[in-house]
Every structure is written in C-alpha cells, then in structure tokens.
C-alpha cells in the first residue's frame, strides 16, 4: 500500500465527499497510492469544487458526509466531528493561474510558507526555533535552497508581474513544494499556457514531482499531462466519479461522449 | 489607448465635446485660480498671528486626524468582512453604509442631534451617566466620522476585491492561519487602495460643514473647524475667509499631489528591489 521514494513516504490517500453546494450536487469517493492522480471531466462538474473540499477551504454543512484520510492522518472525518483546519492539513495547492502573491518578490513568495510554517513539528529538524532574525535567514536560504533546485535561482529577486506565465508555474510549484505538502493539488496548471511554455512547465513538473516524491492530484483538459505523469485517471461529471483506471482503461473503452472524445487516438 | 484617441477626433462632435470640456475645466480651476490670486504672502504671515485662525486650524487638523484614524481602524476589517463574505446581511450593511453620501450633510447633523444631543436617543441616557457629546469636539469627530467613513469603505472594499479567495487558500496551505494570510497577504495587496480610501475620507471629513454646524455648533477654539471659520469670518472679515480658504485650497492640493505620487513612488520601490 504504501511506499518509500528515496527518503519520503508515499502514501494512500482517500476521500469521500457527498455535499450540497448550491445547485451542484458532488458525491465522490476517490482513493489513490499511485503517486499522481489526473481528474478530468467537463466545465462544471465539480472538479475545483473537490480539490477545494480537500484543502478543507470550503464551508462544510451538517448534514455533509466528508471524510479525508492522508497517510495515516485524518484531515476531516464528519461523523466523528473531526476537521483539521487548512493550514494544518500539509496539502499544496496551486489554484488555476498560479496565485503567486504580487505584493512579494519571487523568493518572498517561496519562504512565506517556511516562515508561516517554520514553527510546525514536521519542518523544525530543518529550521531550528530560534532568534527572529536567524530564523528569517535560514528560511532565506532554504527558500533559495528549493528555487536552486529547481533551476529558478536568477529569478528570486523578481517581481510576480515581470515573469512569464510558464515561470509564473514554475514559481508557484517551488513556493508549494518548499513546505514539503504531504500531498500536492494543481489545478489545470498549464491551461493559460501556450504551447511552447505549457511543454516546458509539463517537463519540470515530471521532473521536479519526481525528485521530491510528493503524490499530486492534478486536473486537466490535456491527456499529454496524463502521458507525461504516468497519472492514474478518475474521470468526474455532474459532480459524480463515472470512471476510473489507467490511460490504456479510459482509451479502450471510455464511458461517456466526453472521455471519447477526450481520449481519442487520431 | 491609442485606437481610442484617435476614435475621439475622428468623432464630429469633437469641436462641440472640446469646447463644453473646455468650460467644464474652467468652471472647476478658474475659481480656485482667482481665489489664489487674491491672497498675498503678507496676508497669509497675518493670518498665521490671529488666534482665531491658528484655533480654527488647529482644530480641523486634531480632529480631522482622530476621525481617519477611526475611520481606518473601524474600517478596514468591516471592509473587509464586507467583501469576503457573500450573503445578504453584507449587501444590505454596504448599501446602507453608501446611504450618507446620498444624504446631506446638514440632515446627517440633525439625524446626529436627534440620536446624541442631550434628549436624543442615546443621548439623555448618556446624559445620565455625565456624558455630553453634542457642541464638543467629540461631536466634531462622530460627524466627521458618519459623513467620511462610506468613502473610504468603498474605496478600501474595491481594494479587497483584488485579491482573489484562491490567492487566500493558498496561504492557509502554506501554513498561514486566517489572520496571517490576511495581514501578509490581503493588506498588503489592497493597502494602496486602503490609503487612497483614507485619503478620500480625511479631504471629506476636513471639508465637512453642515453636519458639524447642527450638531457641534460653531464655537470658536471648541468646535469651530476651518470650514466653519471660513463662513463666519465671511460676516466681519473677507479678506481673512479668503486667506482661510486659500489654506485650504493648499491643503487639498498637497493631498492630491501626494494621492497621485504614492502609486507611482511605490512602483520605484518596488522597481528599486
């Protein structure tokens, strides 16, 4: 069940959401080890609303039946009352177009999470509790550490406004990865891109997701994205999951005109 | 930008739309223009001696500074709230908080001196206790207060709509509790808006006139602001109400020079990083 990348652990993670959300209906069980998990389905279905639910950023109603398990922890369980509060839950996120801070350079951006963080048990054998100002710069210098490793060294001292929309990606996955997020969610990361950008962000993902052996949900438009991750598919419409499996699943035998036409074959 | 001026003197009314714009901006400039003309420096170094000048000043600047810092303060998170939090008590706190700029300001004074002055509403109850508000310079600033603060809720509200609810949750991902990732992320993105709102409220609460005249009264050194000493000083002495005004006329425009220069110097220090 689960397993070991170099020295991090790559669990199970699963979820189970029926809700209410105005007109929107979800009822969603999905569980996954395989390390990346892609989520397609049409505008609407519900797939931002989910990511949402898992990041515990969407108010839960009473008469919700949540429950989310990462690891061997319990984030939100409704029947138990247990919810474990966003900035405890140790899951990334980057929102459809990147939501960088554009108050904040871009090595700002990368140690706001380190500085926010620095205090939580998980992060303390890498930034010692200390005096403010030592503290400050070692989050500094692992900020800077996570851009080096990431091959975006030059472009700590910029502003947000002045990157491209590729390193724009690039940036927002150095600033959630620095914090060591038990489990990443992007949201159609490369759907602003263009062509030329989108392939270059699509590398670095593989790559970089790779290297720091942190399970990714990701959702997308773009089976590309799924080839190039080896991502396992759930396919989500009208706030139901209709199908899930490997790529080979979804190509042989697609369950709806949409996954058809998704998965094509030309 | 371009295709647009160059639609504009395409158009044929560009002759009749230039000179109506030509009048309007007479209309608004000339008079200060004139206003400035007829002042001298020697009538400005006298007017810095009178005592009724120097406590009418003195006045509008104490209290004009106490309300922007209530203004500000108070709000800032109701802006805020107001803005995050979609429903229908927000939308029916924001439009009754546009309700002042709707009204004028001597009914807002009246509607004060109902509510505080001595047999008003709260105001006997308080009475009671051996609080008086009406004809201080509390009042001054509670009036200053009513008729400046949906300015700045309105421009510190557009400046929170800027930042996006997704730019939120991922600071509370990054660890962030709520209130971090308001006062590191949310302030800091809306605090040009935030200033222009304060800026906005100090200029209204600094020009304010009828409802500090119903319900702070016009005693010189209490509660006569500059405003106020420039309509009586208009009954004994005009050349010292054009001396006031051209005060004034002074302040206002250091504000808005300020008002346009911070964005600008903001953006060279953000450049200079």
Not at chain 1, 57 to 81: M, N, Y
Not at chain 1, 186 to 206: H, K, Y
Not at chain 1, 226 to 254: K, M, N
Not at chain 2, 116 to 133: C, D, E, N, P, Q
Request: hydrophobic share 50%.
């Amino acid at each position: 069940m689960h397993r070991w990348v170099g020295e991090r652990f790559m669990g199970l993670w699963q979820a189970k959401v029926r809700a209410q959300l105005g007109t929107l209906r979800l009822d969603i069980s999905v569980s996954d080890d395989s390390g990346c998990l892609a989520i397609v389905g049409p505008n609407g279905s519900g797939k931002s609303t989910f990511l949402r639910m898992l990041l515990g950023a969407v108010p839960v109603a009473r008469k919700f039946d949540v429950e989310i398990v990462v690891g061997d922890r319990i984030l939100e369980r409704t029947t138990t009352g247990t919810e474990v509060s966003t900035e405890a839950r140790r899951i990334g996120y980057l929102p459809q177009g990147h939501g960088l801070f554009p108050h904040l350079t871009v090595v700002e951006n990368v140690e706001f999470g380190l500085i926010a963080g620095a205090l939580r048990p998980a992060s303390q054998g890498r930034i010692r509790p200390g005096s403010c100002g030592g503290r400050r710069r070692a989050c500094r210098a692992r900020a800077m550490e996570v851009l080096e490793g990431l091959g975006c060294q030059e472009l700590a001292g910029h502003r947000i406004s002045v990157l491209s929309g590729g390193q724009k990606q690039k940036v927002a996955l150095a600033r959630a990865l620095a914090v060591e997020p038990e489990l990443l969610l992007l949201d159609e990361p490369m759907s602003a891109l263009d062509v030329v950008s989108r392939r270059s962000v699509r590398a670095f993902l593989v790559e970089h997701l790779r290297a720091f052996a942190c399970p990714c949900v990701i959702v997308t438009h773009d089976v590309e994205d799924i080839e190039a991750l080896g991502a396992r598919v759930c396919a989500i419409e009208a706030g139901r999951v209709i199908q899930t499996g490997t790529l080979e699943v979804f190509r042989d035998a697609p369950r709806s005109t949409f996954l058809a036409e998704l998965f094509q074959t030309p | 930008m371009s295709s647009l001026s160059s639609l504009s003197s395409l158009s044929p009314l560009s002759l009749v739309g230039r000179l109506g714009g030509a009048a309007l901006v007479l209309t608004v400039v000339l008079p200060l223009i004139v206003l400035i003309g007829s002042t001298s420096v020697a009538d400005l170094r006298e007017a810095a001696r009178n005592p009724r000048f120097v406590e009418a000043l003195g006045l509008s600047v104490r209290t004009t500074l106490a309300s922007v810092v209530l203004v500000t303060v108070l709000g800032t998170p109701l802006a805020w709230w107001l803005v995050s939090t979609p429903g229908r008590l927000s939308r029916v706190v924001s439009m009754l908080l546009e309700l002042p700029i709707m009204i004028p300001p001597a009914v807002i004074g009246l509607a004060l001196l109902q509510t505080f002055g001595r047999m008003g509403f709260v105001g006997a109850w308080l009475s009671t206790k051996g609080i008086f508000i009406a004809f201080t310079p509390a009042a001054v600033v509670l009036a200053q207060v009513t008729v400046s603060a949906p300015y700045f809720i309105q421009a510190a509200s557009n400046a929170f709509r800027e930042v996006t609810p997704d730019t939120l949750v991922v600071a509370r991902t990054l660890g962030a509790s709520s209130s971090t990732a308001f006062l590191r992320v949310a302030l800091p993105i809306a605090l040009p808006g935030v200033v222009v709102g304060a800026s906005l409220a100090w200029a209204r609460a600094l020009g304010e006139f009828g409802a500090t005249l119903l319900f702070a009264g016009n005693l010189p050194g209490h509660t006569q602001t500059m405003p106020l000493a420039i309509f009586y000083a208009l009954e004994s002495d005009v050349r010292m109400a054009v001396v006031l005004a051209t005060m004034l006329v002074g302040l206002g425009g250091v504000l808005l020079l300020s008002l346009r220069l911070i964005p600008s110097l903001a953006a060279a220090a953000r450049r200079r990083r």
